[in-house]
């Protein structure tokens, strides 16, 4: 009789602990009472090894999943397992790439978790949802009425009743085509037979239990702290994210207070940063200047570097790159250059000289004088060699306003030139022209300005200004770190990657 049962595909049920095996029967020992399985499915897993054998002892359920007829032989099971990928059990769909499969067979097994049953037709096949589905309830909730109601999955559930019906013959797809004809769109969408609508509904909670989201998650958890891979983290944990300016790394805390003069100061400005840079004495700013020329810095290195410092800012006040490209041709800008006869003036010339390169129509202002500063004829000379236009008097500046007006005529000692004829005719041209004005560097609150800046450009450190002076910005002269030190101030340099920048007033 135990003969009789050889080549049978059966499912073993063997509680908990061991789980459920199928296969197909190799061998029955009545004496031992033991029964092999060749090739088994362990949960529907394929085992690594080829035959297990169990004892009467061990199994709580045995089921016969199909019995050998006359006709069949071995060459039907290998056939279904090659093709479709477990033995002899009907036809199976491979678990997918997400862990997911789909079981077709006659008989119904003790290990699906859930059985969608089917009105009794000799082609109709039950639907059994392999324990290898172990998905989430969104998962379910997304798919399980799409695969048992739509058209797509009756059509593959037909062919693959065909498939076990007959295991030599190939089910070829269904299309479009019928009878060499293209079937309507009607009959496409609204030819199946409604009685293969599954009567029962499908048990959520009852396959949702099969999956313990966190014991897998753990696991999950456990082996990237393991292998170092980066953790997915909680649900409600939310990423840190930094802005363009920020510093990802921790670092020390800033100091914003890194210049120290020896004198209290009257006034502080602050950087956009947030740094403070304090006012200096005209006093202690005039000993600086003198000793880092002692050290090298040089006059003329000064007035080179004013003069780009100053021409750099000027390009951006009369629109930068946006106004100033071949294509703007038509409009050049123009810039009235006042300078009067001292230092001041000769950093504006330089300034000028700058600016003219860089293709700005420039006027510049210097009254006549028997005598010049040696510093004022160099910059002269080298302005002569540009397209810049030099005038002396005030009726030969231009009537209409010009883009930008650049003020040198006020210094910090020759406070006399302010009751000269020129000067007066210069300020009264200025304030009448309605053009922004810049200032360079600028002398001190106490002496009064005959022109309103809207912008003013310090040198290496601010001065305390008034309130005519406007917006304050500060230049990188060049000055080093160890002069700036010498003269008892302890300095840090507040410019970062610019040559100017702006001052805000705290």
């Given at each position: 009789?135990?003969?009789?049962?050889?080549?049978?595909?059966?499912?073993?049920?063997?509680?908990?602990?061991?789980?459920?095996?199928?296969?197909?029967?190799?061998?029955?020992?009545?004496v031992?009472?033991t029964?092999?399985?060749?090739?088994?499915?362990?949960?529907?897993?394929?085992?690594l090894?080829?035959?297990?054998?169990?004892?009467?002892?061990?199994?709580?359920?045995?089921?016969?999943?199909?019995?050998?007829?006359?006709?069949?032989?071995?060459?039907?099971?290998?056939?279904?397992q090659?093709?479709?990928?477990?033995?002899?059990?009907?036809?199976?769909?491979?678990?997918?790439?997400?862990?997911?499969?789909?079981?077709?067979?006659?008989?119904?097994?003790?290990?699906?978790?859930?059985?969608?049953?089917?009105?009794?037709?000799?082609?109709?096949?039950?639907?059994?949802?392999?324990?290898?589905?172990?998905?989430?309830?969104?998962?379910?909730?997304?798919?399980?009425?799409?695969?048992?109601?739509?058209?797509?999955?009756?059509?593959?559930?037909?062919?693959?009743?065909?498939?076990?019906?007959?295991?030599?013959?190939?089910?070829p797809?269904?299309?479009?085509?019928?009878?060499?004809?293209?079937?309507?769109?009607?009959?496409?969408?609204?030819?199946?037979?409604?009685?293969?609508?599954?009567?029962?509904?499908?048990?959520?909670?009852?396959?949702?239990?099969?999956?313990?989201?966190?014991?897998?998650?753990?696991?999950?958890?456990?082996?990237?702290?393991?292998?170092?891979?980066r953790?997915?983290?909680t649900?409600?944990?939310?990423?840190?994210?930094?802005?363009?300016?920020?510093?990802?790394?921790?670092?020390?805390?800033?100091?914003?207070?890194?210049?120290?003069?020896?004198?209290?100061?009257?006034?502080?400005?602050?950087?956009?940063?947030?740094?403070v840079?304090?006012?200096?004495?005209?006093?202690?700013?005039?000993?600086?200047?003198?000793?880092?020329?002692?050290?090298?810095?040089?006059?003329?290195?000064?007035?080179?570097?004013?003069?780009?410092?100053?021409?750099?800012?000027a390009?951006?006040?009369?629109?930068?790159?946006?106004?100033?490209?071949?294509?703007?041709?038509?409009?050049?800008?123009?810039?009235?250059?006042?300078?009067?006869?001292?230092?001041?003036?000769?950093?504006?010339?330089?300034?000028?000289?700058?600016?003219?390169?860089?293709?700005?129509?420039?006027?510049?202002?210097?009254?006549?004088?028997?005598?010049?500063?040696?510093?004022?004829?160099?910059?002269?000379?080298?302005?002569?060699?540009?397209?810049?236009?030099?005038?002396?008097?005030?009726?030969?500046?231009?009537?209409?306003?010009?883009?930008?007006?650049?003020?040198?005529?006020?210094?910090?000692?020759?406070?006399?030139?302010?009751?000269?004829?020129?000067y007066?005719?210069?300020?009264?041209?200025?304030?009448?022209?309605?053009?922004?004005?810049?200032?360079?560097?600028?002398?001190?609150?106490?002496?009064?300005?005959?022109?309103?800046?809207?912008?003013?450009?310090?040198?290496?450190?601010?001065?305390?200004?008034?309130?005519?002076?406007?917006?304050?910005?500060?230049?990188?002269?060049?000055?080093?770190?160890?002069?700036?030190?010498?003269?008892?101030?302890?300095?840090?340099?507040?410019?970062?990657?610019?040559?100017?920048?702006?001052?805000?007033?705290?």
């Amino acid at each position: 009789m135990a003969t009789d049962w050889l080549g049978s595909i059966v499912s073993i049920n063997c509680g908990e602990s061991l789980g459920v095996y199928q296969g197909r029967v190799s061998a029955v020992d009545q004496v031992s009472q033991t029964i092999s399985l060749t090739r088994p499915f362990h949960n529907g897993v394929k085992c690594l090894v080829p035959e297990v054998t169990f004892r009467a002892g061990d199994i709580t359920e045995l089921k016969i999943l199909e019995i050998p007829g006359p006709g069949d032989s071995r060459q039907c099971g290998d056939l279904q397992q090659t093709e479709m990928g477990i033995p002899g059990v009907g036809c199976q769909v491979g678990p997918s790439q997400n862990g997911t499969g789909k079981v077709l067979k006659k008989p119904i097994s003790s290990s699906a978790p859930q059985n969608i049953p089917r009105r009794t037709d000799t082609k109709n096949q039950d639907i059994i949802i392999s324990p290898q589905q172990q998905c989430s309830k969104s998962y379910m909730d997304r798919h399980v009425e799409t695969l048992t109601q739509s058209k797509s999955f009756r059509r593959r559930h037909n062919s693959w009743s065909s498939s076990s019906r007959h295991p030599n013959q190939v089910t070829p797809k269904k299309s479009g085509l019928k009878n060499g004809q293209m079937k309507s769109k009607d009959d496409e969408c609204f030819g199946d037979d409604i009685d293969e609508i599954p009567d029962t509904d499908f048990d959520f909670e009852g396959n949702l239990a099969l999956f313990d989201k966190a014991a897998v998650f753990e696991e999950i958890e456990t082996y990237e702290r393991k292998s170092g891979t980066r953790s997915r983290g909680t649900p409600n944990e939310k990423p840190a994210r930094y802005r363009h300016d920020e510093n990802i790394l921790e670092s020390e805390p800033i100091v914003y207070r890194r210049i120290v003069v020896p004198q209290n100061a009257n006034k502080e400005f602050c950087t956009d940063s947030g740094l403070v840079v304090p006012c200096v004495s005209y006093e202690l700013h005039k000993k600086l200047l003198s000793v880092a020329e002692k050290h090298g810095l040089t006059l003329e290195r000064r007035l080179e570097m004013t003069g780009v410092c100053a021409s750099q800012m000027a390009l951006s006040l009369l629109g930068g790159p946006n106004r100033l490209n071949p294509k703007n041709v038509h409009q050049r800008p123009t810039v009235a250059l006042l300078c009067g006869p001292h230092v001041k003036g000769a950093q504006g010339i330089s300034c000028g000289r700058h600016l003219s390169n860089h293709d700005v129509h420039v006027i510049l202002f210097l009254p006549n004088f028997v005598k010049m500063l040696e510093s004022i004829t160099n910059e002269l000379n080298l302005f002569s060699k540009t397209q810049g236009q030099q005038v002396s008097s005030v009726k030969d500046l231009p009537d209409t306003p010009v883009d930008l007006v650049i003020n040198c005529l006020d210094c910090h000692e020759n406070a006399f030139l302010r009751d000269q004829p020129w000067y007066k005719a210069v300020v009264d041209w200025a304030n009448q022209n309605r053009a922004p004005v810049l200032s360079i560097d600028p002398p001190i609150s106490e002496m009064e300005q005959g022109i309103d800046a809207k912008w003013s450009l310090a040198l290496g450190l601010p001065l305390p200004l008034g309130e005519r002076a406007g917006r304050v910005y500060l230049c990188d002269i060049g000055i080093p770190q160890k002069v700036f030190q010498e003269v008892g101030i302890n300095y840090h340099s507040p410019f970062g990657c610019k040559f100017v920048i702006p001052l805000h007033s705290t």
